[in-house]
Nanobody, 112 residues
Framework: VQLVESGGGLVQAGGALRLSCTASASTFCIRVMGWYRQAPGKQRGLVAAITSGGGRTNYADSVKGRFTISRDNAKNTMYLQMNSLKSEDTAVYYC??????WGQGTQVTVSS
Protein backbone atom coordinates (compact mmCIF):
# COMPACT_ATOMS: atom_id res chain seq x y z
CA VAL A 1 0.00 0.00 0.00
CA GLN A 2 1.24 3.46 -0.87
CA LEU A 3 -0.16 6.52 0.88
CA VAL A 4 -0.11 10.08 -0.46
CA GLU A 5 -1.03 13.01 1.75
CA SER A 6 -2.11 16.43 0.56
CA GLY A 7 -3.73 19.58 1.89
CA GLY A 8 -1.04 20.96 4.17
CA GLY A 9 0.06 24.56 4.10
CA LEU A 10 0.37 27.82 5.97
CA VAL A 11 -2.64 29.16 7.84
CA GLN A 12 -3.26 31.79 10.48
CA ALA A 13 -4.25 30.81 13.99
CA GLY A 14 -7.98 30.21 14.15
CA GLY A 15 -8.09 29.06 10.56
CA ALA A 16 -8.83 25.67 9.04
CA LEU A 17 -7.27 23.09 6.75
CA ARG A 18 -8.35 19.73 5.42
CA LEU A 19 -5.78 17.01 4.90
CA SER A 20 -6.33 14.08 2.58
CA CYS A 21 -4.63 10.69 2.42
CA THR A 22 -5.20 8.54 -0.64
CA ALA A 23 -4.18 4.88 -0.70
CA SER A 24 -3.11 2.91 -3.72
CA ALA A 25 -4.66 -0.40 -2.72
CA SER A 26 -8.23 -1.60 -2.58
CA THR A 27 -7.43 -3.16 0.81
CA PHE A 28 -7.73 0.36 2.19
CA CYS A 29 -11.29 -0.39 3.24
CA ILE A 30 -10.27 -3.10 5.72
CA ARG A 31 -7.60 -1.12 7.49
CA VAL A 32 -7.69 0.96 10.61
CA MET A 33 -6.20 4.28 9.58
CA GLY A 34 -4.68 7.13 11.50
CA TRP A 35 -3.16 10.59 11.35
CA TYR A 36 0.02 11.29 13.26
CA ARG A 37 2.11 14.42 13.60
CA GLN A 38 5.66 15.29 14.46
CA ALA A 39 6.82 18.73 15.47
CA PRO A 40 10.52 19.72 15.42
CA GLY A 41 12.37 18.14 18.32
CA LYS A 42 9.38 16.04 19.36
CA GLN A 43 8.33 12.45 18.86
CA ARG A 44 5.69 11.45 16.36
CA GLY A 45 2.33 11.05 18.07
CA LEU A 46 -1.20 10.00 17.25
CA VAL A 47 -3.63 12.75 16.32
CA ALA A 48 -6.67 10.69 15.35
CA ALA A 49 -7.63 7.19 14.24
CA ILE A 50 -10.63 5.65 12.52
CA THR A 51 -11.83 2.07 12.16
CA SER A 52 -12.18 0.36 8.80
CA GLY A 53 -15.87 1.17 8.44
CA GLY A 54 -15.56 4.61 9.93
CA GLY A 55 -17.86 3.86 12.82
CA ARG A 56 -15.40 4.51 15.59
CA THR A 57 -12.88 7.30 16.00
CA ASN A 58 -10.29 8.27 18.55
CA TYR A 59 -8.59 11.62 19.12
CA ALA A 60 -5.68 13.01 21.06
CA ASP A 61 -6.93 15.20 23.88
CA SER A 62 -5.21 18.22 22.37
CA VAL A 63 -7.36 18.13 19.22
CA LYS A 64 -10.72 16.94 20.54
CA GLY A 65 -13.53 19.23 19.45
CA ARG A 66 -11.37 20.89 16.79
CA PHE A 67 -10.32 18.07 14.44
CA THR A 68 -12.50 15.51 12.67
CA ILE A 69 -11.25 12.34 11.03
CA SER A 70 -13.30 10.65 8.32
CA ARG A 71 -12.89 8.28 5.40
CA ASP A 72 -14.45 7.47 2.06
CA ASN A 73 -13.69 3.84 1.28
CA ALA A 74 -15.11 4.16 -2.23
CA LYS A 75 -12.33 6.69 -2.93
CA ASN A 76 -9.63 4.95 -0.84
CA THR A 77 -9.24 8.28 0.95
CA MET A 78 -9.06 9.43 4.54
CA TYR A 79 -9.48 13.02 5.69
CA LEU A 80 -8.58 15.20 8.64
CA GLN A 81 -10.60 18.37 8.97
CA MET A 82 -8.71 20.76 11.24
CA ASN A 83 -10.55 23.77 12.62
CA SER A 84 -9.58 26.46 15.12
CA LEU A 85 -5.94 25.80 14.42
CA LYS A 86 -3.34 26.84 16.97
CA SER A 87 0.37 27.51 16.66
CA GLU A 88 1.03 24.32 18.61
CA ASP A 89 -0.60 22.34 15.80
CA THR A 90 2.38 23.17 13.60
CA ALA A 91 3.97 19.87 12.55
CA VAL A 92 4.46 17.42 9.74
CA TYR A 93 1.32 15.32 9.50
CA TYR A 94 1.58 11.69 8.46
CA CYS A 95 -1.02 9.22 7.30
CA UNK A 96 -0.73 5.67 8.66
CA UNK A 97 -2.32 2.42 7.50
CA UNK A 98 -0.90 -0.01 10.02
CA UNK A 99 2.52 -1.18 11.10
CA UNK A 100 5.21 0.34 8.90
CA UNK A 101 2.84 1.84 6.36
CA TRP A 102 3.32 5.62 6.23
CA GLY A 103 2.80 8.44 3.83
CA GLN A 104 5.51 10.95 3.04
CA GLY A 105 4.04 13.61 5.30
CA THR A 106 2.59 17.04 4.70
CA GLN A 107 3.66 20.21 6.49
CA VAL A 108 1.12 22.22 8.44
CA THR A 109 2.26 25.60 9.71
CA VAL A 110 0.03 27.77 11.87
CA SER A 111 1.13 31.35 12.32
CA SER A 112 0.13 33.25 15.43
Amino acid sequence: VQLVESGGGLVQAGGALRLSCTASASTFCIRVMGWYRQAPGKQRGLVAAITSGGGRTNYADSVKGRFTISRDNAKNTMYLQMNSLKSEDTAVYYCNAGAGVWGQGTQVTVSS
